[in-house]
């Protein structure tokens, strides 16, 4: 990936923090669209954020040199939302016991 994945118009601090922490060159596809997520699970201002309020496409160079662009289906958005609200809940989780043992 050459830039950035994400990025939101109002220039949101959050996630642009978290772009540069944990976006890295040669990240995959996947990789990819799971920082995608999780950066939109943690700046949306939605408790539900599912393929009704998102989309998501593909931009993409093939070996070949030809440039193909596809969207996600319904259903592999609303996967990768829930997939990372839940590494989000886990996380918060695992902060909230580190500092009760404190």
Do not use: H
């Not at 994945?5 to 799971?34: H, I, S």
């Not at 996600?72 to 996380?91: F, I, R, T």
Request: overall charge neutral; charged content about 35%; hydrophobic content about 35%.
């Amino acid at each position: 990936m050459l830039c950035w994945p994400v990025y939101r118009r109002e220039r949101n601090n959050t996630a642009q923090q978290m772009m540069r922490q944990d976006w890295k060159e040669g990240m995959t596809t996947k990789e990819v669209l799971e920082l995608s997520s999780k950066i939109l699970i943690k700046t949306m201002d939605t408790a539900s954020p599912n393929a009704e309020k998102l989309e998501f496409g593909i931009l993409k160079k093939e070996s070949s040199g030809q440039v193909v662009f596809r969207y996600l289906s319904d259903a592999d958005v609303n996967k990768l939302m829930a997939d990372a609200a839940e590494k989000a809940k886990a996380e918060q989780e695992e902060k909230a016991e580190a500092k009760g043992e404190k």
